[in-house]
């Protein structure tokens, strides 16, 4: 049986794919290129915005007239729990050639259908679907520890879906990430909706900072990185965590903007003090400090943009994703004078092209100290260390170039050339 894979979701979409991909490949299905000769397409969806849900609709109508008859249809993702797909796609849904897959861990699900075996699952296979294996090896993997918030930002699609905080459980994950480690896991990167609000749904208040801990304590293990912290729900005890384990090496916190009155109307719940006053703590422990930032926001002006560019670059915040607002009537913000389309990607273009500068100022000026690294993964063109850096970056005992993933090296940072063609910037949309 010949399988093809389609992804228009986010990162939770993708560790459960490479989950199911990983399982259909033991089960001796074969992966195909041309979606007109699959037996099996497997298309996951995302319901965040509107441009997604529309694509999502031309992306099913198309693959159902497209493939071959015979041929199975099989829809997953966020779109399967809060939309008409039979509405939306123009289609008629309940066709035995198209099956929808509802389940969040649709992993195992897709497999168990294929199998004709019931949707139970344990744990650990529930683990698996949300573990990301980056470069291709165990080295340094991702573990979506938390889905879903309860800030209720203006921008956000959680004010019009449903759904409630669903953290791991601490002991079993705890478990199924020292069984990892000792098969050779040396990086973990953490993550979630919201990160700082993981166990409040099973433990009644939030735990991250006794998981952190506990997960340190793990022989094997070298580092560990936070991502998608919010400022409004970091506490006293996770900030003092992060700022004295050594093995924390990076902390994704989101900024969206520096403008006190575009964080208000954001709904954020937090200052631009507020911000600064976490991350001045976090840099004096040596902690690398990165954000994501939002472009043509309502009402935002080109004072706010300029304002949050110099705050990043005097703060040496690496940016690693720039959206660009969307909007969308069921979100409160669509109520705000919206931009036409073009000041939309005017906005955008300018703060790409000022962060762009700004990330390349930092890479080249404000390198984090890092005395000891590990070498996570490599391709034809780079060699990649811990902390999301290329080595290119930094000066070690020999060529990087003979290192394996896994070594643990020592390594000092060093001027950059100025010419290196680096891709500082990763731009996509709410």
């Not at 905080?165 to 040396?186: A, C, M, N, W």
């Not at 208000?264 to 719940?269: A, E, F, P």
């Amino acid at each position: 049986m010949k399988y093809m894979i389609f992804n228009d979701g986010c990162v939770k979409e993708h560790a459960m794919l490479n989950y199911l991909d990983k399982e259909l490949m033991s089960l001796g299905y074969i992966e195909e290129s041309d979606y007109r000769q699959a037996d099996i397409i497997i298309y996951s969806t995302c319901a965040g915005l509107k441009d997604a849900i529309e694509n999502a609709g031309y992306n099913i109508s198309f693959l159902a007239h497209i493939k071959k008859p015979e041929a199975k249809l099989i829809i997953v993702g966020c779109l399967t729990r809060n939309c008409n797909l039979e509405k939306l796609a123009n289609l008629e849904t309940n066709r035995r050639d198209i099956k929808i897959i509802s389940d969040y861990n649709f992993g195992q699900a897709v497999k168990n259908y294929l199998l004709n075996e019931n949707s139970q699952y344990t744990i650990k296979q529930q683990l698996e679907q949300k573990t990301t294996f980056k470069y291709h090896n165990d080295v340094c993997i991702r573990l979506e520890m938390e889905d879903g918030c309860i800030n209720h930002c203006t921008f956000c699609k959680y004010n019009y879906m449903k759904m409630p905080i669903t953290s791991v459980p601490f002991h079993d994950t705890l478990e199924y990430l020292k069984e990892r480690i000792q098969k050779g896991t040396k990086v973990i990167n953490l993550g979630g909706e919201n990160l700082a609000l993981y166990g409040i749904d099973l433990y009644k208040k939030p735990v991250l900072h006794k998981f952190i801990q506990e997960l340190s304590e793990v022989p094997g293990l070298e580092k560990i990185n936070l991502l998608e912290i919010t400022v409004s729900n970091m506490y006293p005890e996770l900030l003092n965590e992060i700022c004295n384990n050594p093995k924390i090496s990076k902390i994704c916190i989101q900024l969206e903007s520096a403008s006190n009155k575009v964080l208000s109307l954001m709904k954020r719940n937090h200052t631009i003090e507020d911000f600064y006053d976490i991350v001045k703590k976090l840099r004096q422990h040596g902690k690398i400090v990165t954000t994501i930032l939002m472009s043509a926001f309502p009402e935002e002006t080109y004072e706010d943009l300029d304002y949050t560019v110099q705050f990043v670059k005097e703060n040496a915040i690496y940016v690693n994703q720039i959206c660009q607002y969307v909007d969308f009537e069921y979100i409160p913000s669509h109520q705000l004078k919206q931009f036409s389309p073009r000041e939309a990607d005017n906005h955008n273009r300018y703060l790409v092209n000022k962060i762009a500068q700004s990330n390349k100022e930092i890479l080249y000026n404000a390198m984090p100290t890092l005395d000891q690294a590990v070498i996570v993964g490599q391709n034809a063109k780079f060699t990649y260390i811990n902390n999301g850096s290329y080595t290119d970056g930094y000066s070690f005992m020999k060529k990087f170039q003979e290192y394996n993933p896994g070594d643990i090296i020592k390594a000092t940072p060093k001027m950059l050339v100025k010419n290196q063609n680096t891709p500082y910037l990763y731009v996509y949309r709410y």
